[in-house]
C-alpha cells in the first residue's frame, strides 16, 4: 500500500466546515442589511458551469438544494449540480456515503498520471467551492468504493485493496491494506511480454453477505488479438491468475479480511468467472449467495466501427463459467480472428456448443461501456423500489445515460420476445431493436432514468456517467467524469420540460471539410501521414478500426480515416487545434488516458513520432481555406453575432478562428469566420446563419 501513496495530506476532518446553520444565518443577515439599505438582489442572468447554463431554478429542497441542470429525465425526476469544475474535480469517477453521516467520499483518480488520484471529502451541506477536502492523495487509479460487511470503508487502487477511516483526524494513518498484488497498470503476460500501460488497471470489487470478495480483473486490451495466424487462446485470460475474470477472495472465519503486514502475502484466490474484459458493473441481489439470486455484471465488449455491433452485454454470474472474450460477442457470434483456436482444444465451438460457455443474459446498447449498477432502495422514489440502474458512459449515441430495469423477485431483469427496441440520441434512426448477426433477438426492456444526455450547445454538455450510489435519504448520488461534476438526483413536480434538440456536427459539414482535404496538396500528405504512421501502426485494433476496410485504396483510406475523426465528438475543430480532444489525447493533455496506449514515450522512441504530432496540428489548423487571425486581447472574452445580428457566443481572446471574409460583403464592419469551437457557441446560431466578428477584434497571426 505504501508504494499506491506518495503524498497523503491527513488534514482534519474536524477542520472541515459542516455548518450550515451558521452558513443560513450569515445568508440572512446578508439579504436583511440589503433590504435595509435598499441594495436590489443581483439580476437572475445564467451562469455557466462545467458547461452547463444555470438558471434560478433548483432541484431539492433546503439546503440540499442545487441549480437545476437541463438534462433530459423521466418524469417526475430532476438533476442538481453539486460540485463542477469550479470545486477542482479533474476525473471523479465513484462515490459512496459514509454510514449515517450526511458525508460522502469520491474517488477523483485526477487523469491516467497514474499516481494522480485522490480520496475527498464531500460535505453537500457546505457553500459552494467549500465542499470538498482531500482525505489521501498521491493513490494509483482509485475507483471502487464500498461499504464492507464491518460497516467499514473499502476503496481500490490498480493493484490493491484496502480500508481506512474517513473521518478520522488523519486518515491516512487507518490505511489497512487486505489486497496488494493483483495485475495492475505494469503486467507481465504468460508468455514472458511485459507491458508498462495495461489497458485496464481499474478495480472495481463487491462484496456478498458472507463477506467474500468478488474483484474485477479487466483484460490487457480490447481483443487480444496478435499476429495472424491465432492458434493459441488469449494467454492473458488463462491460468491461475487470468485477466478479463471475477476474483474470488474468501475470508477467514467472521468474515473479515485481515489487515496485511510488511511481508504476509495476499490472500489466496480463485478465478470464479473467466471471458469477461472489464467487469466494472457489478452488483449483487442481497439475498446473493443464496441459491437463484442474481449475480450480476455489465459487460464493456470489444468495439466495432458500427454504431450497432457488437452490444455491450449483462451477463448472470456463475462460478466456474466462460464468458465469451475475446473468442465471442453478442449472444453467440464467433469472433472471426479466433477461427483456429475455436477449432480444437479446451475452446472448441465455444460460442454455440460448449457447456463451458454461459450466453449473456440480455443485450446492452451497443458501446453503451456500463460502469455501474445498482439495485434501488430507499423512500424517496418508491416507484424505483428493488429496480437495476445502470449508468452508460460511452460517448457513442448509445450511451450517456441511466437505464431502470424491472427485475423478478430474485433480481434478473425481465426479458421479452424480439423486437425488443432502445433509444438512439442524435442519430438519424432514433430506434433500434437488439440484433444479433442472426436478426432481432430477446433481450430486456428498460426505462431511462436520463436519457440521451447529449450535447446542447448553449445549454449542457454531454454526459458520460460512471459511479452512482443511493443515499440514506433515498435520493440518487451520480458522478459524472467527462465534465468533472457531481449530480443529486432529486423529486421533481409537473411535466419534464421537452427534450433539448440534438447539435452534432452534420453530415454536410463532414463533407465540406473532407472536401477542403482532399483540395488542398499539403494536407493530402498530411492525413496520408496521419493514417500510415499514427492510425494503422499504432490506433487500429485499440479501440476501432478506423472505417479501414480489406481491399480499400490508399485515397479511400485517407478518406475514412480522416471521415471517422470528424464524426467524433469534439476531436476535431477546424483551423483551432488546441480546442480539440484528439490534441489532447495525443499529447497526454488533460484527464482523459493518453492516446495510443503508451504513447508518452513515443516522441522519445520512435523516430519522427514528435514530428507526426505537429502533422496532426498543421492539418487541423489548416483544414478550412482561410486566413488564421487571432482574437485581440484586452477582454476576457469577444461575443460574436449572425448575419442578422444574432448573438451566437463568446470566444476568449487570444484564440484563434479562420477568417473566410476579412470584409464580409453582407455585414460592414465585421468578418466572417468558419464554426468555432463547440465550447464558443450557444446554440443560438446555425452554420447557415454564419458567424460574423468586428473586425477590430481580429489582429494578424505573427
Not at 469544475?85 to 476525473?91: V, Y
Not at 472465519?253 to 489466496?268: H, I, M, T
Not at 453478442?330 to 460457455?357: A, H, I, R, W
Not at 437488439?434 to 436519457?451: C, H, R, S, Y
Request: glycine share 10%; charged share 20%; hydrophobic share 40%.
Amino acid at each position: 500500500m505504501e508504494q499506491a501513496f506518495r503524498k497523503v495530506r491527513g488534514d482534519t476532518v474536524n477542520q472541515f466546515t459542516f455548518a450550515s446553520e451558521r452558513r443560513n444565518l450569515r445568508v440572512f443577515a446578508v439579504v436583511l442589511l440589503g433590504a435595509l439599505l435598499g441594495i436590489a438582489p443581483a439580476s437572475s442572468e445564467p451562469v455557466r458551469k462545467s458547461g452547463y447554463v444555470l438558471g434560478s431554478e433548483t432541484c431539492g429542497s433546503g439546503d440540499l438544494a442545487f441549480p437545476r441542470v437541463q438534462i433530459d429525465m423521466k418524469a417526475g425526476f430532476c438533476a442538481g449540480l453539486v460540485a463542477s469544475d469550479e470545486d477542482h474535480l479533474k476525473f471523479p469517477r465513484s462515490i459512496i456515503q459514509v454510514p449515517g453521516r450526511d458525508l460522502f467520499v469520491v474517488a477523483d483518480m485526477g487523469g491516467w498520471g497514474h499516481t494522480d488520484g485522490r480520496l475527498l471529502l464531500l460535505d453537500p451541506h457546505a457553500a459552494s467551492g467549500q465542499r470538498f477536502k482531500e482525505l489521501l492523495t498521491g493513490v494509483e487509479y482509485p475507483f471502487g468504493l464500498v461499504i464492507g460487511p464491518d460497516k467499514k470503508l473499502y476503496a481500490s487502487t490498480a493493484e490493491s485493496i484496502f480500508r481506512f477511516d474517513p473521518l478520522a483526524d488523519n486518515p491516512r494513518s487507518t490505511v489497512e491494506t487486505i489486497i496488494r498484488h493483483m495485475p495492475g497498470r505494469r503486467i507481465t503476460l504468460p508468455d514472458g511480454t511485459k507491458l508498462d500501460e495495461a489497458a485496464h488497471p481499474l478495480k472495481q470489487f463487491v462484496f456478498d453477505r458472507n463477506g467474500r470478495l468478488f474483484v474485477n480483473v479487466g483484460a490487457h486490451s480490447d481483443d487480444c488479438i496478435t499476429s495472424a495466424p491465432i492458434t493459441k487462446p488469449c494467454a492473458a485470460a488463462e491460468g491461475a491468475s487470468a485477466m478479463a475474470a471475477i476474483w474470488l477472495f474468501t475470508p477467514p472465519s467472521g468474515g473479515v479480511f485481515p489487515a496485511l503486514k510488511p511481508n504476509d502475502p495476499d490472500p489466496p484466490h480463485t478465478i470464479y468467472a473467466r471471458g469477461l474484459r472489464n467487469s466494472m458493473a457489478l452488483v449483487l441481489h442481497p439475498n446473493f449467495p443464496d441459491p437463484g439470486y442474481a449475480f450480476l455484471q455489465g459487460e464493456n465488449g470489444r468495439d466495432l466501427p458500427d454504431i450497432f455491433k457488437p452490444n455491450e452485454e449483462i451477463n448472470a454470474i456463475e462460478q466456474g463459467r466462460h464468458y465469451g472474450w475475446p473468442y465471442c460477442y453478442d449472444l453467440s457470434t464467433p469472433s472471426p480472428e479466433f477461427k483456429l483456436v475455436l477449432q480444437s482444444g479446451v475452446y472448441k465451438s465455444l460460442c454455440t456448443g460448449n457447456p463451458l460457455y454461459k450466453a449473456p443474459f440480455s443485450l446492452l446498447p451497443p458501446h453503451g461501456a456500463p460502469l455501474s449498477m445498482l439495485y434501488y432502495h430507499g423512500a424517496m422514489f418508491p416507484e424505483l423500489e428493488g429496480k437495476l440502474l445502470v449508468s452508460l458512459h460511452g460517448y457513442r449515441p448509445t450511451g450517456s445515460r441511466v437505464l431502470i430495469y424491472d427485475v423478478d423477485d430474485h433480481g434478473f431483469p425481465k426479458p421479452a420476445p424480439p423486437p425488443v427496441r432502445y433509444h438512439v440520441s442524435c442519430a438519424a434512426d432514433p430506434t433500434h431493436t437488439f440484433q444479433t448477426d442472426a436478426g432481432d433477438v430477446t433481450a430486456a426492456p428498460f426505462e431511462e432514468l436520463i436519457a440521451g444526455w447529449h450535447r446542447v450547445n448553449g445549454a449542457r454538455p454531454q454526459g458520460a456517467p460512471v459511479g452512482m450510489t443511493v443515499a440514506e435519504d433515498g435520493a440518487i448520488w451520480l458522478v459524472e467524469d467527462k465534465n468533472q461534476t457531481i449530480i443529486r438526483i432529486d423529486r421533481a413536480v409537473g411535466d419534464p420540460p421537452p427534450p433539448l434538440p440534438c447539435d452534432t456536427r452534420s453530415q454536410a459539414l463532414i463533407d465540406q471539410l473532407a472536401a477542403f482535404v482532399a483540395k488542398d496538396a499539403q494536407n493530402k500528405i498530411r492525413i496520408t501521414a496521419l493514417r500510415k504512421n499514427l492510425v494503422e501502426k499504432h490506433c487500429v485494433g485499440c479501440h476501432s478500426d478506423f472505417g479501414l476496410k480489406a481491399g480499400q485504396s490508399d485515397a479511400d483510406k485517407d478518406a475514412a480515416v480522416l471521415r471517422f475523426m470528424l464524426s467524433q465528438d469534439g476531436w476535431i475543430y477546424p483551423g483551432d487545434p488546441a480546442s480539440g480532444r484528439l490534441r489532447a489525447r495525443l499529447r497526454g493533455i488533460g484527464a482523459e488516458k493518453l492516446m495510443p496506449p503508451g504513447g508518452e514515450g513515443l516522441p522519445k522512441t520512435e523516430p519522427g513520432y514528435a514530428a507526426l504530432l505537429n502533422t496532426v496540428d498543421l492539418l487541423v489548423a489548416r483544414m478550412v481555406p482561410g486566413t488564421p487571425m487571432r482574437i485581440k486581447l484586452g477582454l476576457p472574452q469577444r461575443k460574436f453575432v449572425s448575419k442578422a445580428n444574432k448573438e451566437c457566443g463568446e470566444i476568449p481572446a487570444a484564440k484563434v478562428v479562420v477568417v473566410t471574409q476579412r470584409n464580409a460583403v453582407d455585414k460592414p464592419g465585421f468578418s466572417r469566420f468558419f464554426r468555432p469551437a463547440d465550447p464558443y457557441l450557444n446554440g443560438e446560431c446555425s452554420d447557415d446563419d454564419g458567424y460574423y466578428i468586428r473586425q477590430d477584434f481580429l489582429v494578424p497571426l505573427p
